[in-house]
């Protein structure tokens, strides 16, 4: 009777001649490299098995790595930016000084020292309503801002807080309508009030004369008065200077010197206590010294006329 399946060497005869084919390919390959070929070939068909099947690993790793680096970059700038903003809100007032300093070299003695904390801020929000020119900061009572603290970009002075919240506050912008900012011409001196006009690239000069010296190019910057802006911070440039016939005043008008409409970061100022000048320490010190002087005599005095009294009574 024939069978069904034809049965074949078993399987331990199979195992050995496997080993034994095995061992002479290792052999063969060993001494003569006659199987680099074959090798090339099969990894060549494998490779792309091989990639495939790393490549979700890999991906995981070069992502996790570009977001790493991406974050880290990201900190950096933010970083950079606010130092360079802060260097440059320093440094603004530097021609301004050198300008000025003829001009102040007497009154620095008399005039005591006055230092800013600053506080970066960023605009989260602007006012749509084209009448007003309001924007949102996010830094309020919790940060100690108050309010009518003055607000500045790395180019100059661009308005005023006008509400405070907890955690955060409304600032008006010095080209508002309703605001208005005393300010001096860095080359003449001369004081005035610059008044918004409604539109963000000009203010308006009021109330001057047609003698007035004063001429498109100018530098207006924050004279101090009123308390609320510290001195010498530019404000704007006169762009137009007209002398109407007819007219009691002149037609002026110049474009802010800060960015309005394109900073998204801005510095919140805290305006110092004068410190004392020396001359006075020193006036109040030699006070001080005398007074001391004073009562030791005084008390000196009646500790000499009670013991007389003591002595005349024994």
Known sequence: ?????????????????????????????????SVDLVRSALSSIIYP?????????????????????????????????????????QLQKLDIIEKENDRLRKLLGAIPKTT?????????????????????????????????????DALGIMGQVVHVGPMSSTAMLITDASHAIPVQVNRTGLRAIAFGSGKIDQLNLLHLPHSVDIKVGDLLITSGLGGTFPPNFPVAIVSKVEHPAGEAFSLIEAKPHAQ???????????????????????????ADSKNEKNDSSVNGEKEKKHSQRRGNRE
Do not use: C
């Open 49 to 89: 098995l091989q990639y495939t099947i790393d490549l979700p690993i890999k991906l995981y790793y070069w992502a996790d790595e570009s977001l790493s680096a991406r974050q880290a970059l990201l900190e950096k700038n933010r970083e950079f930016e606010a130092r360079h903003l802060e260097n440059r809100v």
């Open 116 to 152: 800013e904390r600053l506080l970066i801020a960023e605009i989260v929000n602007v006012d749509v309503d084209p009448y007003r020119q309001l924007i949102l900061l996010n830094k309020g009572s919790n940060n100690d801002v108050y309010q009518g603290q003055p607000i500045i």
């Open 1 to 33: 009777m024939q069978t069904l399946f034809i049965r074949g060497p078993s399987a331990t005869v199979r195992m050995a001649v496997l080993v034994v084919a095995s061992i002479a390919l290792m052999t063969v390959d060993h001494r003569w490299h």
């Open 260 to 286: 309005l409409d394109k900073s998204r970061e801005v510095l919140l100022v805290w305006r110092n206590k004068p410190e004392p000048a020396k001359e006075d320490k020193k006036t109040a010190e030699e």
